[in-house]
């Protein structure tokens, strides 16, 4: 049993790399070769000392073509990616209306900090009143921009690393316009730059002695089966294009 260490062999055999996770123990699945031939995905806590999990092997060919039969579902109908994406974008927003809110604040705290900073130069200029208590005062002010600035960056920063924008959407649509007819005879290497686009990732798990994946990418989430003889493997694809970028009631 080899491990698979090789960057070129991992991108070139591998299209889920990096991005699954054991639904039990929460450790990471890796590539393996057993063989030379066989491809597995392998949870690390099976290989702790002492062992913290026993989920088996998954077939890579079993998950990677479960997981792109769904990502390529959500892409070959332009409506459910738009809703999708509208759908990400909708529910950022909700989920930062705190950091927004805060936003808003800050923006008029800076307006009206700056506001005092132009009255206390007219104070100054009118030499009415102490010039130490002026500057004082204008340290003060000086301070507290500079502070609310800071948060104002951050905030800012985050909001726009967690939040899809209009051109991001838009990027994303051509992107998928550009390569939806291609779909099918997609090559490893424009599988996986879809999945890093749509940050596709999955929890392995055993559920009811069946093998399958919670898959999740900014579009929405499912659970798909990826037992390969299962004759329920075939039905969790297609629930995944029927539903689209909806999740199910056992999704997580």
Same mark, same amino acid.
């Given at each position: 049993?080899?491990?698979?260490?090789?960057?070129? !062999?991992?991108?070139?055999?591998?299209?889920?790399?990096?991005?699954? *996770?054991?639904?039990?123990c929460?450790?990471? #699945?890796?590539?393996?070769?057993? *063989?030379?031939?066989?491809?597995?995905?392998?949870?690390?806590?099976?290989?702790?000392t002492?062992?913290?999990?026993? +989920?088996?092997?998954? @077939?890579?060919?079993?998950?990677?073509d479960?997981?792109?039969n769904?990502v390529?579902?959500?892409?070959?109908?332009?409506?459910?990616?738009?809703?999708? %994406?509208?759908g990400?974008?909708?529910?950022?927003?909700?989920?930062?209306?705190?950091?927004?809110?805060?936003?808003?604040?800050?923006?008029?705290?800076i307006?009206? $900090?700056?506001?005092?900073?132009?009255?206390?130069?007219?104070?100054?200029?009118?030499?009415? #009143?102490?010039?130490?208590m002026?500057?004082? *005062?204008? !340290?003060?002010?000086?301070?507290?921009l500079? !502070? %609310?600035?800071?948060?104002? $960056?951050?905030?800012? &920063?985050?909001?726009?690393?967690?939040?899809? &924008?209009?051109?991001?959407?838009?990027?994303?649509?051509?992107?998928?316009?550009?390569?939806?007819?291609?779909?099918?005879?997609? +090559?490893?290497?424009?599988?996986?730059?879809?999945?890093?686009?749509?940050?596709?990732?999955?929890?392995?798990a055993?559920?009811?002695?069946?093998?399958?994946?919670?898959?999740?990418?900014?579009?929405?989430?499912? %659970?798909?089966s990826?037992a *390969? $003889? &299962?004759p329920?493997?075939?039905?969790?694809?297609?629930a995944?294009?029927?539903?689209?970028?909806?999740?199910?009631?056992?999704? @997580?």
């Open positions: 049993m080899n491990i698979e260490q090789s960057k070129r !062999n991992m991108k070139r055999e591998y299209l889920m790399a990096r991005r699954l *996770r054991c639904n039990k929460g450790y990471t #699945f890796v590539g393996m070769t057993r *063989r030379e031939k066989h491809r597995y995905y392998r949870c690390n806590g099976a290989w702790r002492p062992k913290v999990c026993d +989920t088996p092997h998954f @077939r890579v060919q079993d998950v990677d479960a997981i792109w769904w390529k579902g959500l892409l070959e109908s332009p409506e459910n990616l738009a809703e999708g %994406l509208q990400m974008q909708e529910e950022s927003m909700r989920s930062n209306q705190a950091l927004y809110n805060r936003l808003s604040i800050i923006e008029d705290q307006s009206e $900090t700056e506001r005092q900073l132009e009255k206390l130069l007219d104070l100054y200029l009118g030499d009415n #009143f102490p010039k130490e002026l500057q004082e *005062r204008k !340290n003060n002010l000086d301070t507290t500079l !502070n %609310l600035k800071r948060e104002q $960056t951050d905030l800012a &920063s985050h909001l726009q690393t967690t939040t899809l &924008s209009d051109d991001q959407i838009a990027g994303i649509e051509a992107f998928c316009a550009n390569i939806r007819h291609g779909l099918e005879n997609a +090559t490893f290497e424009q599988k996986r730059q879809v999945i890093d686009m749509l940050d596709v990732r999955g929890k392995l055993i559920e009811n002695e069946e093998k399958v994946v919670y898959v999740k990418c900014i579009l929405g989430q499912q %659970l798909l990826v *390969r $003889t &299962s329920s493997s075939s039905i969790g694809v297609t995944a294009r029927r539903c689209a970028c909806r999740p199910t009631a056992r999704s @997580r």
